[in-house]
């Protein structure tokens, strides 16, 4: 078993393979021999695969990564959502 001094070293160290491996972990909360992951280790785990695909990855491609499509000419042609009170049924108060 490798001994690692700090975070960076052991996501400096993670293959791609390790990666695939947590990232499955997270998505299914079992670890390949069908034991629970727990609440800790899924966090662990999220913060190694966020960390790996800064370092690995094209923003795009990274975990959680939202495009944005958004120009300030679009949003400024924008309608506001008016929130309206549903109408009252009979018989009801």
């Known amino acids: 078993m490798m001994n690692f001094s700090n975070?960076?070293?052991?996501?400096?160290?993670m293959t791609l393979e390790v990666w695939h491996g947590?990232?499955?972990a997270v998505e299914l909360g079992r670890w390949?021999?069908?034991r629970r992951v727990s609440a800790e280790q899924r966090e662990l785990c999220l913060q190694a695969i966020i960390a790996w695909e800064t370092k690995n990855l094209p923003e795009q491609e990274r975990t959680g990564y939202v495009p944005s499509?958004?120009?300030?000419s679009e949003a400024d042609s924008e309608q506001p959502v008016d929130l309206q009170p549903a109408p009252e049924r009979k018989g009801e108060h």
């Open 7 to 13: 975070f960076e070293q052991l996501i400096d160290s």
């Open 69 to 72: 499509h958004c120009n300030s």
């Open 32 to 34: 390949p021999d069908g």
């Open 22 to 24: 947590l990232r499955r």
